[in-house]
């Protein structure tokens, strides 16, 4: 079974902060995604990696940046964490066409 | 961005009841996956579909490759209780944009 863990459940955060979001896979898969949920907006690609130390911007990258220094590894980072990025952060690993979710990250920013 | 239509939004139904939902998309795509999610956690991929027409199937859940590939369904069979959540279809086509297109999703409640 593919895992995709993601380091932290639920996340509370103060505006200015900077922020890391882990996400690692055991399936030695050369893509990986993150995403974020909003009711009403759906699932939005905030960035995505091919390959280590590669990253592509998804539709929404304002306000974030991404590192991936190993292949299992995909950090998401808020440099300075607003309000309006409150969400359920997910990540997901596989070929663009089969992505596996880890279990979500729900970041509360106040 | 590109979004599916899929529908219903949402259904409430009897436990023991057979569900239906779709998804239509004015692109073809290659590749349609049905997704489901729990509350508070990420969506667990069901059934991944890559040729047009076909049928595959997993325990109660049915989805069909929609012939002109671009739509897509899902069939759950004797709903339970644990069947509660919301279900997404994505699709997929390396020609367009490369990245996955998902639904909104359809809110699934069961009465048992």
């Known amino acids: 079974d593919v895992k995709v863990t993601q380091s932290s459940r639920y996340l509370v955060k103060r505006t200015g902060e900077k922020v890391f979001l882990e996400c690692v896979q055991d399936?030695?898969?050369?893509?990986m995604f993150w995403y974020r949920q909003d009711p009403g907006l759906g699932l939005r690609l905030i960035y995505f990696?091919?390959?280590?130390?590669?990253?592509e911007k998804g539709d929404i990258p304002e306000g974030y940046s991404v590192s991936r220094e190993k292949k299992e590894r995909f950090s998401l980072i808020l440099e300075s964490a607003s309000t309006n990025q409150t969400s359920m952060y997910l990540c997901?690993?596989?070929?663009?066409?089969?992505?596996?979710f880890g279990p979500g990250t729900r970041l509360t920013v106040t | 961005g590109q979004q599916l239509n899929q529908s219903p939004q949402s259904m409430f139904i009897q436990e023991g009841e057979d569900v239906s939902m779709n998804c239509t998309s004015s692109?073809?795509?290659?590749?349609w996956l049905w997704y489901k999610q729990d509350p508070g956690e990420g969506p667990v991929l069901l059934i991944a579909?890559?040729?047009?027409?076909e049928l595959t199937s997993n325990g109660r859940l049915t989805a069909q490759f929609g012939i002109t590939r671009k739509d897509s369904f899902l069939n759950i069979s004797a709903s339970i209780p644990s069947d509660v959540g919301i279900y997404f279809c994505?699709?997929?086509?390396?020609?367009?944009?490369?990245?996955?297109?998902f639904g909104q999703g359809t809110t699934l409640q069961v009465k048992p």
């Open positions: 692109s073809i795509f290659n590749t």
């Open positions: 399936m030695d898969h050369e893509n």
């Open positions: 579909l890559y040729k047009a027409g």
């Open positions: 997901a690993s596989g070929p663009p066409y089969e992505q596996y």
């Open positions: 990696s091919y390959d280590v130390k590669m990253k």
């Open positions: 994505a699709g997929y086509n390396s020609g367009n944009t490369g990245k996955l297109i």
